[in-house]
């Protein structure tokens, strides 16, 4: 298939994703035999400017940036300061979790594979996002779910962690590590989520979010202290730099590496199981190893990772030892583009042919208006009864959280946390509920304890304890 019929299709793709979630823009590369056989923009960076997306564009790759502080771990492996199965507590001897035998024996292994026991606590990141270092110090209060190695449970903050882990190790900030380890030798455009992300006069993706239907402008992800977790900004190009490497076992230029022989396979090798579904024609089995998920897609083992964060949402992956990769990078999140168009230079690679996403598009539909569904009935509940509002109003403490304050609004009750507002309603179960935005709607439910409250969200099963201040 020559580039210019790939082109076609994917504009025909997009304008599908568009008619289904609205899109603002992206941009994609397919590489086979380690040479680039497709390279296409599409849509705006600024919708209201008209201003096109091109190979130089900047967005935000998000959780695509895990795979950049794996290799510096490798990298640390290969110096002979770090190992993977050392305990975390070796190299930081003040960290700590809330179980002692996790911080005891958690390794940087377990950290990167997702497997420590620790669920999502992303809710924070409303309101802790700038020190790096205090973010790792509130690791020691947060509640686990499972215990150490039992469940693949996705944890931003184990990133975060193991940024700082080998910051203490290097003497050298993650950033910089980045940079001058794996940007500069690829030749890679990078910057990095701060205040501006050094952004200020290069061309730059502007965030966008679907609301279910269209493409509304969002806020930009801004705190550097997440940055180990996905605070990577770069452009189609770079990444095609990234990926051609990667494919290649490692190996760029004229013979150099990014990390061993060694360390690659390290890299690459599954660590925690996500799960299995026979059904599931194209991936029926899904592992994690070390940033990287890996899986067997139509029978090709496949390394990839997706990325997705206010206004941007990106895929990257590659076929291990044959030069085939892809980088998919849109800058509309929530829509179903980056699992289509991923999916199409996969078949390609794989199979030879692009099968039809209707199915996919079908069930992101289905999924949308359900959970729309199901948060417009939350943001219609009564407001709380005048005792319930008396007992609700108030401080409430959670040492990894710091404090969330409940206040009388003009409808009832209001939570206030960092950057989220929520009115508070009340369900038939007499649980206390609200609807809250940002990267993607969603819901935190209140119960009582006593003279406390649990909060509950989209995180995980946990309901947290905040103590009445």
């Not at 390794?107 to 999502?120: A, K, N, V, Y």
């Not at 599931?280 to 190893?289: A, G, Q």
């Not at 507002?421 to 119960?447: N, P, Q, S």
């Amino acid at each position: 298939m020559t580039q210019e019929q790939m082109k076609r299709d994917i504009d025909a793709l997009v304008a599908r994703v568009q008619a289904v979630s609205g899109l603002t823009g992206g941009a994609v590369a397919m590489l086979r035999d380690g040479e680039v056989v497709l390279s296409h923009c599409f849509g705006y960076a600024d919708v209201e400017q008209k201003t096109p997306i091109t190979e130089e564009t900047f967005f935000d790759i998000a959780s695509c940036s895990k795979a950049f502080t794996a290799m510096t771990g490798a990298q640390a492996a290969d110096a002979g300061v770090f190992d993977w199965d050392t305990p975390a507590v070796r190299y930081m001897p003040d960290y700590k979790m809330a179980d002692e035998y996790i911080t005891a024996h958690v390794t940087g292994r377990d950290m990167l594979s997702h497997r420590t026991g620790l669920p999502r606590h992303d809710f924070m990141r409303a309101k802790f996002v700038d020190d790096r270092a205090d973010t790792v110090a509130r690791i020691a209060y947060m509640d686990f779910s499972r215990g150490l190695r039992e469940k693949y449970q996705y944890c931003n903050q184990m990133f975060i962690a193991f940024g700082y882990l080998l910051e203490r190790i290097t003497e050298k900030r993650w950033e910089d590590q980045v940079l001058s380890q794996i940007a500069q030798p690829l030749g890679m455009e990078m910057r990095m989520r701060g205040s501006d992300g050094g952004m200020v006069g290069l061309p730059y993706a502007k965030p966008y979010m679907t609301d279910g239907h269209r493409a509304v402008p969002t806020v930009l992800a801004t705190g550097a202290a997440v940055a180990p977790c996905g605070g990577i900004k770069t452009n189609l190009r770079s990444l095609v730099k990234w990926v051609r490497a990667l494919s290649n076992g490692g190996v760029y230029g004229d013979g150099k590496r990014l990390c061993s022989e060694a360390q690659m396979r390290e890299l690459l090798t599954p660590n925690t199981t996500i799960g299995m579904d026979p059904a599931d024609e194209r991936e029926p089995l899904k592992t994690y190893s070390l940033g990287w998920q890996l899986t067997s897609y139509r029978g090709k083992a496949c390394a990839s990772h997706g990325g997705a964060i206010n206004g941007f949402n990106s895929q990257v992956g590659f076929l291990p030892g044959t030069g085939c990769g892809y980088v998919v990078l849109v800058n509309t999140h929530g829509t179903p583009a980056y699992a289509v168009l991923r999916n199409y230079m996969l078949d390609l690679l794989t199979i030879g042919e692009a099968k039809d996403p209707q199915p996919l598009l079908d069930a992101w539909r289905k999924e949308t208006d359900k959970t729309l569904c199901e948060l417009a009935e939350i943001a219609a509940l009564p407001a709380p009864t005048e005792e319930e509002i008396s007992f609700l109003c108030g401080a409430y403490f959670h040492p990894t959280y710091d404090c969330f304050e409940i206040r009388r609004g003009a409808d009832g009750a209001e939570l206030t946390y960092g950057l989220y507002t929520v009115r508070l309603g009340r369900a038939a179960d007499g649980v206390w509920r609200g609807v809250y935005g940002g990267d993607e709607f969603g819901h935190l439910e209140l119960t009582r304890d006593g003279n406390d409250l649990r909060l509950r969200n989209p995180d995980s099963e946990l309901k947290l304890q905040f103590v009445r201040q």
